[in-house]
């Protein structure tokens, strides 16, 4: 069974859903929340030793203070996109790459256009750093979807420089 956490952010509030002991989903806004709601609606609004940790490292995060994540994470995806999410993770903060990049880094220099499918099925952005990878002229490209507005905060508080589309 599923349960999860709201916690306050910069972005506004964000749910962390846990499964299992593991962390499996950060969800930004309140569509996505309601979208989970309606496909896990046995989950719990509970706040276990897991997502109080994960409220915590967020909140650091948010402060400046944290620059890597210590929580047990976990998302299905297939064998490519965890390749890539690996990569993600491998982005140090303060730090990006682009699409080019991961694709590289993921052994299919040719795959740009699924390295970026891959990072919008991530399902623990910030815990694992899509919104690190920007385009190939350090452009602001799409984040969760079209909000590039989320995307544009995060890298601000990293202070990765990038360019308005």
């Known amino acids: 069974m599923s349960c999860y956490e709201i916690t306050e952010t910069p972005l506004g509030e964000v749910a ?4 299992e002991s593991k962390i499996t989903r950060l969800l930004l806004s309140e569509e996505d929340f309601l979208k989970w ?3 896990a609606p046995m ?4 706040e276990t030793p897991i997502l109080k940790e994960a409220k ?10 944290r620059k ?4 047990p994470l976990v998302q299905k ?7 890539v999410w690996q990569a993600l993770d491998m982005i140090p903060y303060g730090e990006s790459r682009s699409y080019a990049d991961i694709a590289a880094a993921v052994g299919s220099p040719k795959a740009v256009r699924a390295v970026g499918q891959a990072n919008k099925r991530n399902a623990l952005p910030i815990f694992v750093p899509c919104h690190r990878v920007i385009g190939k002229n350090r452009a602001l490209t799409g984040y969760a979807g079209s909000r590039t507005n989320v995307k544009a905060v995060l890298l601000r508080i990293e202070q990765i420089p990038y360019k308005e589309k």
């Open 16 to 19: 962390i859903v846990e499964e």
């Open 37 to 39: 709601k309606d496909a």
């Open 43 to 46: 989950a719990e609004k509970q």
């Open 56 to 65: 915590q490292q967020l909140r650091e995060y948010f402060a400046g203070d």
């Open 68 to 71: 890597t994540f210590s929580l």
């Open 77 to 83: 995806g297939t064998s490519f996109q965890q390749k």
